[in-house]
Each structure stands twice: as C-alpha cells, then as structure tokens.
Nanobody, 124 residues
Framework: QLQLVESGGGLVQPGGSLRLSCAASGFTLDYNAIGWFRQAPGKEREGVSCISGSGGSTYYADSVKGRFTISRDNAKNTVYLQMHSLKPEDTSVYYC?????????????????WGQGTQVTVSS
C-alpha cells in the first residue's frame, strides 16, 4: 500500500538536535495522515507526533511539546520530525507510519503502513 523509509537517526549529546525524515516510496504522499512513534525496549509503542494530510492539524505528546516539530512536504513525499533539546529519555527507535485517512488519532492502531525505524541515541 505504502512504503516508508526513515532516516536521520544517530548518536547525539544531550541538548543536541536531529531531524528525522520519512520518505514515501512508490506513491505520492498527499492525503495520508503521518505519525512518528517510538518504542524503547520493554515499552509499548508511543505516539510522539502526528500530522494530518493537509498539514493543518498536529499532535505532540506532552513529553516532547516545545522541543519537537513535525512538518510535511507533500511535493517531496516526505514528513520531517525536527528534534531539539534532546534528552536521554528520548533514546528509542523512531518509526514513521501512514494512515489510510487524512485525519487521525495519534495511536498505532490507526496507522496501517510502517517503516522499519531509525535509532536515536542521546548520550554524552
């Protein structure tokens, strides 16, 4: 249905920044809501940030509000997650996912297509 590839993860120091990218392959991404999720070992997958198909509606988990920004460029088939002021608690595998719908609830069951994830490690 949709193929998604995450990139931009890596090792950063606390307080640093990363920008994650989620690129759609084989399709023009101009309708689907997109979410960023993360899952640390032994924990449930958590909705970090989601954006509607139009880009007009966004959601942020309380733990990342004021630090992360989600955006999308439908012409480039890409959604971004700009992360600032990173904390060790942000260490996780980050996944992007696409909904079959323009609107969303930022929770995993509402997203049908998933990327393979990109590792973000925040450590000194």
């Amino acid at each position: 249905q949709l193929q998604l590839v995450e990139s931009g993860g890596g090792l950063v120091q606390p307080g640093g920044s990363l920008r994650l990218s989620c690129a759609a392959s084989g399709f023009t991404l101009d309708y689907n809501a997109i979410g960023w999720f993360r899952q640390a070992p032994g924990k449930e997958r958590e909705g970090v940030s989601c954006i509607s198909g139009s880009g007009g509606s966004t959601y942020y988990a309380d733990s990342v509000k004021g630090r992360f920004t989600i955006s999308r460029d439908n012409a480039k088939n890409t959604v971004y997650l700009q992360m600032h002021s990173l904390k060790p608690e942000d260490t996780s595998v980050y996944y992007c996912a696409a909904s079959d719908y323009s609107d969303y609830v930022c929770s995993p069951p509402y997203f049908a297509s998933w990327g393979q994830g990109t590792q973000v490690t925040v450590s000194s």
